[in-house]
């Protein structure tokens, strides 16, 4: 079992930065990949980011490419997604999840993750 916590969701003016941490236990954290989801009120949970292992590759949607960074820190088991240029349309609850099996192909999928948190909402104002 992996158990995932994020923190850092708020309320931030349209322009503004937020930064989210996603912390895991249970396992040995530099074996999972890490993904990070969101999901708007009425719409379907839908990708942003995520990072294999090593912390080697990443991979972004288009909608937060070039305002959006993830990174991690296998040392102290968490995982980030700095959000800059926040936009209206970036209001989501945002959830990190972990998954050992990842390949290239399946970062992008929420069906392909096995460990899910919680959840953090992030609201922006225009």
């Known amino acids: 079992q992996v158990q995932l916590v994020e923190s850092g969701g708020g309320l931030v003016q349209a322009g503004g930065s937020l930064r989210l941490s996603c912390a895991a236990s249970?396992?040995?954290?530099?074996?999972?990949?890490m993904g990070w989801f969101r999901q708007a009120p009425g719409k379907e949970r839908e990708f942003v980011a995520a990072?294999?292992?090593?912390?080697?590759?990443?991979y972004y949607a288009d909608s937060v490419k070039g305002r959006f960074t993830i990174s991690r820190d296998n040392a102290l088991n968490t995982v980030y997604l700095q959000m800059n240029s926040l936009k209206p349309e970036d209001t989501a609850v945002y959830y990190c999840?972990?998954?050992?099996?990842?390949?290239?192909?399946?970062?992008?999928?929420?069906?392909?993750?096995?460990?899910w948190g919680q959840g953090t909402q992030v609201t922006v104002s225009s």
């Open positions: 999840a972990a998954d050992a099996s990842l390949n290239s192909g399946s970062y992008y999928y929420a069906r392909e993750y096995e460990y």
């Open positions: 249970g396992r040995t954290f530099s074996n999972y990949g």
């Open positions: 990072i294999r292992r090593s912390g080697g590759r990443v």
